[in-house]
């Protein structure tokens, strides 16, 4: 159940990711939805849930975009276990506070990713600080409006319900 | 804290993935048979995807963003007009070569054959900039094909090519060149790509050429990938002119951050002469 659970969020990131992604080609605002769905696996399900949503959906990732498999692999098993560890060791109910997870994850990732590559390639990919802080934003923004959803959608629908059941009774009697 | 059964699965999937790395390292390649399958099914999905988003901004520009609609109709209309008057003029010189290469007796140019394919996806991994297309092996398509728009180059089609979708790397990704000569100057140079501003460096120009900032710059087919003619962009700055570390950047003609419609190059360029060759 938890593996299928981590596996549906994965592939709506990876689906999320490619059908946006359309939009911003080319632009300054670049975004990982599939990092965010890894952060969300870790702080939901623990580190075990974490890492397999990291593997999955780098490798998805990978293997979509022609670069070297395990790359993205790589940088987010060890993303998603870590905010797995913190999920588990942190109670982080808000949605702001997991939030500040993503942006932190985003910056781990964002330089494992950097590391990975430049030992790969031998020199250091040209990157820039405004284009990172731009995806910790961007992903941290997707981070909380997901958080907000999962944090307020149950309530919404038991309330609906519960307001239903007693429009039942009422109607009965 | 951490139970040793968590702390073997992550030991073993990184190491696991170490060892994926490092075999496509040594061996220069990919996963191609994996990479092509999930490509493949994703390429299915993303259609899907991509119909349902066209659906959406279809009914909002078709319904709720009417406004201003009749001051575009006339600046197209205008446009038009400019296009109209400059394809008479493009069609009187193109006579003119043509009569012009009789004469002299040159060989015509090849023509390109081209098919047209829809951007279907986006670069799925910040950082690399690639999409998807809607044309895969059924149509035609192979690695190494050039993939151009209405404004110039775009890129080139790389692995993996699905039956029906295939990846372009775009020519501001941080892997792609292109060779590319100077329009005034007929200097040739290479153009790469992975520029933090989105526009392309010059490499391998003499340092003695003349160039200028504004000068077109356009594919010189020497790379065997993309025709010679297409406009790659326009010169946009020069920092430390005269000196052997002078930086040219080519500020891309295609807008990459509005890719709809592209058009792939089935025709492969043609070969170089044999001297050039055997050199």
Sequence with gaps: MKFTSVLVTVVVGVLLQVALARFTVGGTWVFDLVLVAVVFAGLQWGPTAGMIGGTLGGLLQDLLSGTIAGVSGLAKTLVGFVAGLIGTQFVLTRAHGRSIIVAGCSIVHRVLMLALTGLIEQHWPGTTWGAMLAETIVNTAAGFVLFQLVATVPGLVARQRLGRRAGFGRRQW | MIDRRTLALLVTLCLGQVLLISAQVQSQGGVPLLQVAAFDAFARVQRVTTAITDAVTGVWSGYFGLRGVARENAELRQQLLDMAVELQQQRAISSQVRSLEELLGLKAAVPVETVAARVIAGNITPGTLT?????????????????????????????????????????????????????????????????S????????????????????????????????????GTVESISGAGTPNRTIRIRPAADFSHLDVVLVVLTPPPPLPAATEAR
């Design chain 2, 131 to 195: 999409v998807a297309i809607d044309r895969g092996t059924d149509d035609g398509l192979a690695p190494d094909m050039a993939v151009i728009g209405a404004e110039g180059v775009i890129g080139r089609v790389i692995n993996p090519v699905a039956s029906h979708a295939a990846t372009v790397q775009l020519l501001v990704d941080a892997n792609a060149a292109a060779a590319i000569v100077f329009e005034r100057s007929q200097t040739g140079a290479i153009a790469v790509g992975g520029q």
């Design chain 2, 197 to 232: 501003d989105g526009t392309l460096r010059a490499e391998f120009v003499p340092v003695l050429a003349d160039i200028e900032p504004g000068e077109l710059v356009t594919t010189s087919g020497q790379d065997r990938v993309f025709p010679p003619g297409f406009p790659v």
